[in-house]
């Protein structure tokens, strides 16, 4: 592994344990390899605009105003930084049930059909590959078991995204219960922190 690209999302900053996590992994990745690039994108401090009627053909079709060239250059080097990563982190907060919109926001100007992924007579076929990706998810609640698993619209989403471009290698570490009290958030955060630790070794091991 040489390149890591790393998007935080959550809107909380500081207090968020989103952030903290992807700091934490970004410090096991570097103590384990000195020499490993990490590219750090904050999506919330530094948000990417939604697309708009005047910015989404420079996404979706031919770009031919100033607003739409904008809109495709930035595109552009949203898939540099992804296509040169090769282990994309995002840190995503579940924000009710799902992920923060301006998570949403990346993924709108780096899916794009003949880039990302392409369509073909077997079907949608993602062109982002060779890729591993860690997704740490941050949630108040519990939802990867029991009553509320059928809320959980963060993970699906997540996974089908990633997917349709390609990157199928990806794993999750979930920092859940973080709204039943301090206990559970300590033990969230160790738990992640030790499983993220591990995933680090092994795949640098991997690549050694």
């Avoid at 900053?13 to 904050?42: C, H, K, Y």
């Avoid at 794993?171 to 009290?181: D, N, Q, S, T, Y």
């Amino acid at each position: 592994m040489t390149k890591a690209l790393i998007l935080n999302t959550s809107v909380a900053g500081a207090a968020s344990v989103s952030n903290r996590l992807t700091g934490e992994f970004a410090a096991q990745l570097r103590q384990r390899d000195p020499s490993v690039e990490i590219v750090t994108r904050d999506l919330a401090a530094d948000p990417i605009p939604h697309l708009l009627p005047e910015t989404v053909a420079g996404i979706r079709a031919q770009a031919e105003t100033e607003a739409e060239h904008a809109a495709r250059a930035l595109s552009e080097a949203l898939l540099g930084e992804l296509k040169a990563a090769d282990l994309l982190v995002i840190g995503a907060p579940m924000y009710n049930f799902g992920i923060p919109s301006t998570l949403k926001t990346w993924f709108d100007y780096v899916l794009r059909a003949g880039i990302s992924f392409r369509y073909t007579e077997k079907g949608p076929e993602g062109l982002i590959t060779g890729k591993k990706a860690v997704v740490i998810e941050t949630r108040g609640g519990l939802y990867s078991e029991g009553p509320a698993v059928s809320l959980d619209s963060q993970e699906p989403h997540l996974r089908t995204m990633l997917g349709f471009m390609g990157v199928t290698d990806v794993v999750f570490v979930r920092a859940e219960k973080l709204g039943f009290g301090p206990e559970a958030v300590a033990a969230a955060i160790e738990g992640a922190i030790a499983e993220l630790g591990d995933f680090a070794d092994n795949e640098l091991a991997l690549a050694a």
